[in-house]
Nanobody, 125 residues
Framework: QVQLVESGGGSVQSGGSLRLSCTVS????????MGWFRQAPGKEREWVAY????????YSADVAKGRFTISRNNAKNTVDLRISRLEPGDTAVYFC??????????????????WGQGTQVTVSV
């Protein structure tokens, strides 16, 4: 069974940086296409970034704005999301997910079947 566990969230001041990490167990991580999503209070979950098994990378232009970097380490079964120049608008629970279907583009949330429990990021002014 595939399990995903996020870590690295916390409370930071505006302008700071964080590195979120997602550790995946079960199956063959190197063959997985992975995504990061976030959900702010009262808002729908939204796609942030994507990395394919072959290190193809994509970002949500509306969210990332050049401040997000996704990477993976197949030896450690991890996918990281680095966020720089944090803004209060980045406050959300951040989730990693494994993509298992390809009905739409990489931001199609229903194409992801395995999810972690999320890690909270809170940015204060």
């Amino acid at each position: 069974q595939v399990q995903l566990v996020e870590s690295g969230g916390g409370s930071v001041q505006s302008g700071g940086s964080l590195r979120l990490s997602c550790t995946v167990s079960g199956g063959t991580f190197s063959s997985y296409d992975m995504g990061w999503f976030r959900q702010a209070p009262g808002k729908e979950r939204e796609w942030v970034a994507y990395i394919s098994q072959r290190n193809g990378i994509a970002y949500s232009a509306d969210v990332a704005k050049g401040r997000f970097t996704i990477s993976r380490n197949n030896a450690k079964n991890t996918v990281d999301l680095r966020i720089s120049r944090l803004e209060p608008g980045d406050t959300a629970v951040y989730f990693c997910a494994r993509r298992t279907k390809y009905t739409g583009a990489q931001y199609t949330i229903t194409d992801y079947s395995y999810w972690g429990q999320g890690t909270q990021v809170t940015v204060s002014v």
